[in-house]
């Protein structure tokens, strides 16, 4: 059986990265491969490995169908300092008071419900001046 390479026009909105940058990538132990995303019943769902981190070292925020993962760790035992930034954008609205994060076990799972309520049509049209003559 043969996997796709090509990604569907959904993950390309997403805005995911390219197999280059996966775990062996360039940028080291996190990459492509760190997450999971799918849809069920009503809410995306992501999970996103992150071991060694603490709760209080993660940051999420979500603004603009635009979700932002932070965090920073620092060993001072090993005087050494780990860092984890990704960003994710969703083709569909999202019900921002039903977000909800947990992290348990190295894995931070963030559910995004989709938003029942038609959207709000954004942007303004703009005229076309012009003649075909």
């Keep these: 059986m ?13 805005e995911m990265p390219s197999r280059v940058f996966g775990a062996d990538g360039p940028f080291g132990l996190f990459g492509a ?11 995306f769902v992501l999970s996103v490995e992150m071991p060694g981190f603490e709760p209080a070292e993660i940051d999420a925020t979500w ?3 635009r979700l932002t993962i932070a965090a920073e ?3 001072e035992r090993r005087d050494r300092q780990r860092t984890y930034h ?3 954008r969703f083709p569909k609205d999202v019900d921002e008071d039903g977000l909800s994060a947990e992290y348990r ?4 799972e ?15 049209a703009i005229p076309i001046e012009g003649s075909t003559e």
């Design 73 to 75: 760790h620092t060993d």
């Design 86 to 88: 990704r960003s994710f």
């Design 110 to 124: 963030i559910r995004l419900p989709v938003a029942t309520d038609p959207a709000v049509e954004k942007g303004t």
């Design 63 to 65: 603004h603009d169908n």
């Design 33 to 43: 491969d760190d997450y999971e995303l799918y849809e069920e019943e009503g809410e």
């Design 105 to 108: 076990n190295g894995v931070l």
């Design 2 to 14: 043969t996997v796709p390479t090509t990604p569907s026009s959904w993950t390309q909105s997403l």
